[in-house]
Structures are given as structure tokens and as C-alpha cells.
């Protein structure tokens, strides 16, 4: 294919999927969008681009960064001054781009090569000499030429020393003896010769093409790839030893001189050498040795190798509970320690830099179409869903970026120009995290034996929603019986509730008291969180457990339409929860017509408009609103409502129900201004 032909050649002339390397910067105009116009430019925050074609990509690592201005900031200052970092975060919020955009902003002149080389007096310490970037390669050239012309004069005199004896053993008539003496010869020369070549020194560190600052990437590395190490030699007589030199290896911290060292989890480095790490940071140099005692390396041990690297350290937050104290003290004193966020408040500027991502990536990957507007649009979109919260958008740029080149290979398969907001959806579909397979297969499976109820009214069971790993919901139903008790009475949950789970259980038990009518003396309640096969860890399932415990106790049916989340205080407030948007989704997944929500969490419930017109969702302040909500009409409900009203408008103002599902509302009384 050649690059001189137009956009209209190449799109005639090829049935493979454009890229922008193939294409360049000036693919085009792409096909209209699905999605509307006044939508897609909120969400591009305002900015007038066709395509990612249109959008200018950084040169700079740093320049790309999105969100994190604060760790931005330190790596600044820490490039300046040369200064430690330790960053803790979630994974995938750019802590390795940020080492890498540090690794930039260091001066390289500074580079230096390492050379290692044999030790006339004790072969087992090798010699090290550092010379300017790029010397090391004159220095061994050199070494080989003096070699080289040794070796020359030995052949030389071997093969006139063994002619002599040669000729010397014809004229003596002792062939036989000749021919030893001729083996004896060749055997010293030989030996001589492997003796020189020992004389060439190896190169450990060559910097000779580097045009920026080292960046060595150590995450997960075991000892002898961070610190160096020494090859096992099996021939250690007889002259066929490899000399100790040659077989000396550099570790990541020596490589990283002058530059970055970059580890990830480094909580899960062994303790030994976390130790051995503190001394090289504290050092600046640090001998290479063998790191098995059982090797013959280990015997070696070299002068001291240069590693004077600047440490960015990361990992989550369990990552400095099992940190070496020393350690972090030392990062901790002599540089900067700074947490990674998450989210960042969504605004038009943010949302515009959003975009500059998704042409990064295009940019980056160099294989995949660019992305149209609605595209971009559609991939900001989720960001705010995955951010979940409200007003926000997520920092885990890892897992969005996942999403960009999904799509991208999904337009590149098909043979279009380019990436459209149709391919991210697709997307979405395929690129579902394990647990939204589990999630999605838990629900066919309840299906296929008729075990979710998503019509009728049943007393006592009630559709509750939880959250699977970090990005998938789940419907998890809870029943309730109420039985007769030989003693005072108890509540009994099953379902392997984690201490959380135990507690709101007990809340719950104390709103079931205060606002039921029938008496719980010598009654037993169980609760059974169906199928809860992995546990149950949060509180959010508060309300649907005190839902399914006042059904039992009256006997009015619940909607199963209906599904819920939400967490409970002993008051009987419901408080906002997390993982809403999953929760919904799954929801709807499951067939449920209504969701109750959390009222603080309203706006935190960033579905796709396809989702959001086949579920109602009812935000609710008070369990009261919850059981007008889902509980279906019956005496015994308008009596158990008008207690509710009662007791909620002590703290929430003039506080009503509706007789429908649905139709609670709340009037607080004025402000009096504090008179």
C-alpha cells in the first residue's frame, strides 16, 4: 500500500480495516453518528472535532497525564530535585505512566556506560570502571584488537614451535616422542590463549543510544533481576571455566542508574531484599553477587556498580502494611508519598481531556480507526458510569483503555473506516469483566430453573441487589419466617454474613421493634440470603431485610417486580450505597420492572438510555416509602404505614404515605431561620 494515495484510493483499493498509521492524520469525514447531536457535545465538553483525527496528541509523557494533578505536581518537583516517590492508588490510575513521564524529565546527559572486567590478582573480584555513554563499546573494541594481536603472535610462535619439534623429531627418528611433545605444546598455547580472551572486559550497562533518562521497570522481579546476579559456571577447572567476569549480570537497579526504578506491588518483594533495596537507595552503589549460596557464583563478588536511581514505589493500599518500615522511612524522608484518586469531578475541561484520551490510545495502539464523535462521546459516557458517583468520572484509565481498543478491533474486523459509538456498545457486550460473566451466567442459571420471581406478590421474599466484584451487579433475593420460639425469641440470618452484614442485620431487628405492631416475644426470625454462595460483606441489603421481616410479620405480600438496595440506620433512614448503576443494571437483566434506590444516590445512576426506559426507578428517604413501594395493598399495610408516618415525622418534617406503590412524598416544615 502506498502512503501517496488519497483517502478515496485507499478506501477502493484494500479491504483491510484502516489505521491511522496507514491513513495518517487526515482520514475521511466520517459517517453521521446515532447519537444526538446537543448529547454528544456535552458530553465532548463543547470541543468541535469530526473524529480523533482532529484531536492533538502530547509529545510529552507528562503532558498526557489526565486528573491526578497532584501526583502530577510531585513528579515535577521529585525530577527536579531527585527525589523518592511512593504512589498508592487502585490499579490502573497511571502510576507506571507517571514513572515513565518522570524518567523523561530527567537530564540524560549524566549517562554513563558500566564495564566489568577481569582481576589479575583474584579472578573472583571482578573490576568495574565507569566511562562516558557510549566508551564502553571503544573500550572492549580496544581490549579484543590488543587480544587479537597476542593471540596472533602465539599461533605464530605455537605453530613455528611445533614444526621445529617436528622436524627436530624426523631427523632423531622418535616420531612417537614428537607427537607428544607436539600435543604438550598445543595444550600451553591453547591454555594461553583462552587466557588472553579473559582480558575482555563485558559491558554491564550501555547507554550509548539512550537520548532520555533510564526507566527500568522491576514489578515483580525476584532478587537476581533487581539486584543482579552471577551465572553458575559447571566447568569451574581444566581451562574451560567461563571467567568470573563474563558470567556477572546486572540487576534492574543497576540498569536504572541515573534514571528511574520503577516497582509496582512492592509489598510482595521478599524482606531480604527489600533490605538489600534500603541499601542500595542509601549506597548509591551496590556489588553484584550471586543470589544462591549453592551456585558457584556465588564466590564472586564484584566492586561496587553504580546505581544512583531515583525509586517510584506503588502499590494498593494494603501495599504499606507489609512494606519493610526501613524502608518506606527512607522514601518517606527523602521524597514523597501521594494517593492516587479515583475519580475526578466532571466538568466541560475534564471531559475535552477525556477526548485527548481516546486519541491517545488510537495514537498509541497505531492500529485502530479513529473514533467519531459519538464514539468519544459514548466512551466519556461510561467513564461517568464507572466513576460511580455523581458529577464524577473514573481515573482507572487501564481498564477505558481496554474499552478503546475492544471497540477499535471490533471496527478493524468489520472493515470500517471507522470506529463508531455502535462498535463501543459492542463492546461493552464483549468486554465484560469475569464477574459480569459470572453475574450475567448466575442469572440465565436462576432462569432456566424458574428461580427468579419477577411477577406476582409473595409475603416474605424480596428481590435485593448486590454487587460482584467492582463492576457487576447481581439480584439477590432474601426471605423471611417467622416461627414459633421455646425462649425469648432471636433473629437467625443464614447466607455466610461477614461482621458488616451481622451488624445491619441487628439494626435491622431494632426498626423491625420500633415500628411493628405484632410482638416478637417467643418468636424466632430467620432470614436466608438464597444462594448466597460467596457471602454477603456490606450492609446495603438493610432494607430488603427489614421489608422481608415486616412481610412476614403481617403477611402482606411484596411485589416481586420490585427490586432493592439500600442501607438502614435504627431510625429506619435510608442511606446511599454503592455500586447503584450495577445494581440497576442487573435489575433489569433479572426482569424487574422497579428499582428502590437510595435518595442520595439518585443521580448516581449512569445507565444507557436503552437500560433507563425499561426500569422505574424510585428513590426513597425512609423504609416507610419502601413499604409503600413494594408491598401490595392490604388493611394491615395502611396501618403499618400510618405508625411509620408517625414515627419518620419526627425527624423528616410532616411525613405521608400514599396508598399506591410509588406515591410517598415528604414536606419538611420552613426554615425559621433559628428563631
Not at 551 to 558: D, F, I, N, R
Amino acid at each position: 500500500m502506498e502512503i501517496e494515495k488519497d483517502n478515496s484510493e485507499l478506501a477502493a483499493s484494500t479491504d483491510t480495516p484502516p489505521t491511522n498509521r496507514e491513513y495518517g492524520p487526515f482520514p475521511p469525514a466520517p459517517a453521521p453518528d446515532d447519537d444526538s447531536d446537543e448529547a454528544t457535545a456535552e458530553l465532548l465538553g463543547g470541543l468541535e472535532v469530526e473524529s480523533t483525527a482532529d484531536v492533538e496528541v502530547p509529545r510529552m509523557l507528562i503532558d498526557q497525564v489526565i486528573g491526578q494533578d497532584r501526583a502530577r505536581d510531585i513528579i515535577e518537583k521529585a525530577a527536579t530535585q531527585r527525589r523518592h516517590v511512593m504512589m498508592i492508588g487502585s490499579p490502573g490510575t497511571g502510576k507506571s505512566m507517571l514513572a515513565k513521564a518522570m524518567a523523561e524529565l530527567l537530564p540524560s546527559s549524566e549517562l554513563s556506560d558500566v564495564l566489568v572486567m577481569h582481576n589479575e590478582d583474584d579472578g573472583n573480584r571482578p573490576k568495574v570502571e565507569i566511562v562516558p555513554a557510549g566508551g564502553g563499546e571503544l573500550v572492549i573494541r580496544e581490549h579484543r584488537q590488543r587480544a587479537r594481536k597476542g593471540l596472533q603472535l602465539r599461533w605464530f610462535a605455537m605453530w613455528t614451535t611445533i614444526l621445529l619439534v617436528f622436524i627436530y623429531t624426523i631427523i632423531v627418528q622418535q616420531l612417537l616422542l614428537g607427537i607428544l611433545a607436539i600435543a604438550v605444546i598445543y595444550y600451553i598455547f591453547r591454555s594461553g590463549a583462552r587466557n588472553r580472551n579473559r582480558m575482555v572486559p563485558k559491558i554491564l550497562v550501555d547507554n550509548s543510544e539512550r537520548t532520555s533518562a533510564p526507566f527500568q521497570d522491576a514489578s515483580g522481579a525476584h532478587a537476581g533481576a533487581l539486584l543482579g546476579d552471577v551465572r553458575h559456571d559447571p566447568y569451574q577447572s581444566g581451562g574451560m571455566e567461563t571467567p568470573s567476569h563474563d558470567r556477572v549480570e546486572p540487576g534492574a537497579i543497576h540498569k536504572a542508574d541515573k534514571g528511574v526504578l520503577f516497582i509496582d506491588e512492592i509489598n510482595t518483594l521478599e524482606v531480604r531484599t527489600q533490605q538489600k533495596l534500603l541499601t542500595a537507595l542509601q549506597e548509591r552503589e551496590y556489588s553484584i553477587t550471586a543470589q544462591s549460596d549453592t551456585s558457584s557464583g556465588a564466590m564472586v563478588h564484584t566492586e561496587a556498580v553504580p546505581c544512583e536511581f531515583v525509586m517510584i514505589a506503588a502499590g494498593n493500599l494494603d501495599a504499606m502494611e507489609n512494606m519493610h518500615p526501613a524502608l518506606r522511612s527512607r522514601i518517606k524522608g527523602y521524597g514523597y508519598e501521594v494517593y492516587m484518586d479515583d475519580t475526578i469531578d466532571d466538568s466541560p475541561e475534564i471531559r475535552r481531556k477525556f477526548v485527548r484520551f481516546v486519541a491517545q490510545e488510537v495514537a498509541n495502539d497505531g492500529r485502530l480507526p479513529h473514533f467519531t464523535r459519538g464514539a468519544i462521546a459514548e466512551i466519556v459516557r461510561e467513564a461517568q458510569r464507572r466513576a460511580g458517583r455523581q458529577d464524577h468520572l473514573t481515573l482507572r484509565f487501564r481498564d477505558l483503555g481496554g474499552l478503546v481498543r475492544v471497540a477499535g478491533d471490533i471496527a478493524r474486523d468489520e472493515g470500517t473506516l471507522f470506529t463508531t459509538r455502535e462498535h463501543v456498545m459492542q463492546a461493552k457486550r464483549r468486554a465484560r469483566s469475569i464477574e459480569q460473566q459470572i453475574a450475567d451466567d448466575y442469572i440465565d442459571r436462576r432462569r432456566e430453573y424458574d428461580l427468579t420471581v419477577n411477577e406476582g406478590a409473595v409475603v416474605g421474599r424480596v428481590n435485593g441487589l448486590a454487587v460482584m466484584g467492582e463492576d457487576s451487579g447481581i439480584v439477590m433475593p432474601v426471605m423471611a419466617e417467622v416461627a414459633p420460639s421455646q425462649g425469648s425469641g432471636e433473629v437467625i440470618a443464614t447466607g455466610k454474613l461477614q461482621e458488616i452484614a451481622t451488624e445491619s442485620v441487628q439494626n435491622v431487628s431494632a426498626v423491625v421493634k420500633k415500628y411493628s405492631d405484632e410482638s416478637l416475644d417467643q418468636k424466632d426470625i430467620h432470614i436466608q440470603f438464597v444462594q448466597a454462595y460467596d457471602g454477603v460483606e456490606g450492609d446495603s441489603a438493610s432494607v430488603t431485610v427489614a421489608t422481608a421481616i415486616l412481610s412476614a410479620l403481617t403477611g402482606v405480600p411484596v411485589d416481586q417486580s420490585v427490586a432493592m438496595t439500600g442501607s438502614l440506620s435504627v431510625r429506619g433512614d435510608v442511606l446511599p450505597v454503592g455500586g447503584v448503576t450495577h445494581k440497576v443494571e442487573a435489575a433489569v437483566k433479572a426482569g424487574s420492572k422497579r428499582v428502590i434506590i437510595p435518595f442520595a444516590n439518585e443521580r448516581d445512576v449512569l445507565v444507557e438510555p436503552e437500560v433507563r426506559e425499561q426500569v422505574e426507578i424510585i428513590p426513597v428517604r425512609h423504609i416507610g416509602e419502601v413499604l409503600d413501594a413494594a408491598m401490595v395493598t392490604e388493611t394491615t399495610k395502611h396501618s403499618m404505614l400510618e405508625r411509620l408516618s408517625r414515627a419518620a415525622s419526627d425527624t423528616l418534617g410532616e411525613f405521608t404515605f400514599g396508598s399506591g406503590a410509588g406515591e410517598a412524598r415528604v414536606e419538611s416544615e420552613p426554615d425559621s431561620g433559628g428563631q
